[in-house]
């Protein structure tokens, strides 16, 4: 975990996975902490970067002070940690509040998603009454009292009949929170809604709900859809309120099947063009594709357009292989053909985060299967790049 200063106040947050890898950013629930992704990331992690963070006086994060908070102040906080990632463009996945962040990013930032997946969510969750009278009683009974209240609400039947100490173990989470900040986000559920400010957005956008779920029932999630010029929504059976908690497999499963890259009809219309540049600047870092378009020329323009859509569209977009598995196979080729291209390579293995030793098993089978002058080449080039020590 590391902390960055977000306009005065410490921020808790990971920020896990190769930094070629597209970034997918994960918002938790009300109550809760990034923790509730754990048993999803691992299955993220070979094909895509990850970030979560606690939202304020959740988790490890510093709590609120002053004035009130509003959606555009959580969306403000998700991009400056996308900023110390270092991208432009993301993939956004969030729950419960988490989901009422991703809307904010569609609703003024649409421009920065590759995706949007909002789980358990709505445009309006509850009404003002309810959420203005939890924060009342937070304030007054403090939330390890409220906890006890709050948390069966989070989970379906069957989550507590497999996992016995599932509500213990989140009443504590949740009861070592700030009172204020909660209160404050429970004020900002009741006053702060997204009807009317969706459409049109042109954001690639998944819903999920589960079938179980009581803060944000199926219909919630229905009519959320409506607002969203009617993204596709799928609800999990026997599931409640935190699929990533009590599904993490089929959450996972479907999440994948999301951030995956839409190749379209590929065998009648081939790749977007735009899908092999932002994966191009993804692997080989912005700065050497913006050298590459400016020193093109009217000679090599189109040759240039064409591995862009070829090499980076139709092979490194598509998901089949991960990033890591094609940055050996394209430096084990390009070291037994002896190509220019593989300082580029070494540099992008360097990158992905191949190991010393991935490295030397890619070159030790060029040298069994393509001769020993090409390998002993190869290591000779990775040492001047700064490979081994």
Avoid at 83 to 99: D, K, M, N, W, Y
Avoid at 184 to 196: A, I, N, S, V, Y
Avoid at 274 to 303: C, I, M, W, Y
Wanted: glycine share 10%.
């Amino acid at each position: 975990m590391a902390f960055h200063t977000i306009n005065g106040r410490s921020v808790a947050y990971r920020l896990l996975g190769a930094e070629v890898n597209p970034l997918v950013v994960l918002a938790h629930p009300l109550g809760m902490s990034q923790a509730v992704w754990d048993d999803v990331i691992p299955a993220l992690l070979p094909r895509y970067r990850v970030l979560t963070w606690d939202l304020p006086g959740h988790g490890a994060s510093q709590a609120v002070s002053g004035a009130k908070i509003t959606p555009a102040d959580l969306a403000a906080e998700a991009l400056a940690l996308v900023e110390l990632a270092g991208v432009q463009r993301f993939h956004f996945a969030g729950t419960s509040i988490g989901g009422v962040v991703g809307q904010q990013l569609i609703a003024e930032h649409s421009d920065r998603l590759l995706s949007a997946t909002l789980t358990n969510t709505g445009a309006v969750i509850g009404n003002p009454d309810l959420w203005n009278t939890r924060a009342g009683r937070v304030r007054q009974e403090g939330l390890a009292a409220m906890s006890q209240e709050i948390v069966p609400r989070w989970f379906a039947p069957a989550a507590f009949e497999a996992s016995p100490a599932l509500k213990a173990g989140w009443c504590t989470q949740m009861g070592r929170g700030d009172d204020e900040s909660y209160a404050q986000l429970c004020e900002m559920l009741g006053r702060d809604t997204f009807t009317g400010k969706l459409s049109n957005k042109n954001a690639k956008v998944q819903l999920f709900g589960g079938s179980e779920d009581m803060a944000t029932p199926p219909a919630t999630l229905e009519a959320l859809s409506a607002e969203l010029d009617g993204a596709p929504l799928e609800i999990f059976d026997g599931v409640g309120h935190v699929p990533a908690v009590e599904a993490p497999g089929l959450f996972a499963e479907k999440l994948l099947a999301v951030l995956a890259a839409d190749l379209g009809d590929v065998a009648n219309h081939g790749v977007a063009y735009a899908t092999g540049l932002e994966t191009r600047k993804q692997v080989l870092g912005e700065e050497h594709v913006a050298r590459s378009t400016a020193n093109a020329n009217s000679l090599d323009a189109p040759f240039q357009q064409m591995i862009t859509r070829l090499a980076w569209g139709e092979l490194w977009s598509n998901d089949d292989l991960t990033r890591r598995e094609r940055s050996m196979i394209t430096t084990g080729i390009l070291a037994a053909l002896g190509r220019e291209e593989l300082t580029l390579h070494l540099k992008t293995a360097k990158r992905i985060g191949l190991t010393e030793a991935e490295l030397r098993q890619v070159l030790m089978h060029v040298a069994i299967y393509s001769g020993v002058p090409a390998a002993n080449h190869a290591f000779a080039l990775a040492k001047e790049l700064g490979w081994g020590e």
